[in-house]
């Protein structure tokens, strides 16, 4: 297992593992419906809701990984800088900065 001693260091990397298309548009749609289950939550003022959100958003990126990519998530061995990752690629993906 390879450490990275920052996220700078991890971020290449991660992308490295995201290259698919189908895959990012996964992750995209992923961490879109994690907020929206946030927003529901906040909105309804019921915490329920909030079981959804690792659902949506580890089960969209995970099918991109082992249908897509066929490797296995950055999260298994990188959690937090994988967590970090996902939303550095989804706010840069939102703006045009990555292509998905």
């Known amino acids: 297992m390879s450490r990275f001693a920052s996220f700078r ?3 290449p990397f991660y992308l490295s593992e995201h290259r698919d298309p189908v895959c990012r548009r996964l992750h995209f ?3 879109t419906l994690v ?3 946030v927003a529901a939550a ?3 003022r019921e915490a ?3 079981w959804l959100a690792p659902v949506a958003g580890y089960g969209f990126a995970w099918i991109g990984h ?3 990519e066929k490797n296995r998530p950055a999260t298994f ?3 937090l800088y994988s967590l970090a990752g996902d939303w550095v690629m989804y706010w840069q993906i939102l703006r045009g900065r ?3």
Do not use: D, K, N, Q
């Open 29 to 31: 749609a992923g961490s």
């Open 48 to 50: 329920r809701w909030l």
């Open 66 to 68: 082992f249908a897509f």
């Open 42 to 44: 906040i909105a309804t």
């Open 9 to 11: 260091e991890f971020y």
């Open 98 to 100: 990555l292509r998905m």
């Open 77 to 79: 061995r990188h959690p």
């Open 35 to 37: 907020l929206l289950v």
